[in-house]
């Protein structure tokens, strides 16, 4: 089994809907964090948090939200989609001075 | 603040030739420099690291040095494969503020056969 699992791995919606996507990891790291890739743009920041009470807005947070169940679950909202958020989405994992990220297999979220 | 600029692609090489892939860097201190490769379908992994000036981090064949006066961390094979064709993302990042990376755009590289 993967270390980083990302549901679902595939998903369609429509403009306006709320979306869901989730993370869960195995590996027992603190720190958290959601990715956004775009094609030509590399991964930008959603958000990200370091423990379950600490929960932090990345580079391109507007129209996202994010919630931290336990250490190992960390969930990415979209409340209302656009078509602009039509990327591939990934989950990320890392310990406190590690340095090294260890990432789930992504979402692509298609918002029509 | 922090960024990354590495070379556009697609890089197109055949099989057994060299790649250089250039990657330089924006930042204050002494980040960390990462390469992580992503293989159709897959999420990123780790290809290699360094952590501080003249470091080099290898694996796989593949090799790159932290050179802190000319801020870069060019990734280098010497004979690629076909298996290498995936993009590449060089990155950064600084435990301070908040552990952060930050990456490039990605360089996609073909390699033919």
């Known amino acids: 089994d993967a270390d980083v699992t990302q549901t679902p791995r595939n998903r369609i919606t429509k403009t306006g809907k709320r979306i869901m996507l989730e993370c869960s990891q195995t590996k027992g790291h603190d720190r958290m964090y959601w990715y956004r890739q775009d094609p030509g743009l590399g991964l930008r920041l959603i958000y990200y948090?370091?423990?379950?009470?600490d929960i932090n807005k990345g580079e391109i947070s507007d129209g996202y939200s994010v919630s931290r169940q336990a250490q190992a679950k960390f969930s990415l909202s979209l409340e209302s989609a656009i078509p602009n958020q039509t990327a591939l989405y990934f989950c990320a994992t890392t310990s406190w001075g590690a340095g090294e990220l260890f990432f789930g297999e992504g979402s692509r979220l298609t918002v029509l | 603040g922090d960024s990354v600029t590495q070379m556009e692609g697609p890089v197109t090489l055949s099989e057994e030739a060299f790649l250089t892939i250039n990657c330089t860097y924006t930042a204050t201190g002494y980040p960390s420099l990462f390469w992580y490769v992503q293989y159709p379908g897959e999420g990123l992994q780790l290809l290699l690291k360094?952590?501080?000036?003249?470091d080099k981090g290898s694996n796989k064949g593949f090799e790159a040095t932290y050179r802190k006066e000319t801020t870069s961390f060019h990734l280098e094979k010497g004979s690629v494969q076909v298996s290498d064709s995936a993009v590449y993302f060089c990155?950064?990042?600084?435990?301070?503020?908040?552990?952060?990376?930050?990456f490039g755009a990605g360089t996609r590289l073909f390699v033919k056969a």
């Open positions: 990155a950064l990042s600084r435990n301070t503020g908040g552990f952060k990376t930050i």
């Open positions: 360094a952590t501080k000036a003249d």
């Open positions: 948090s370091f423990d379950v009470k």
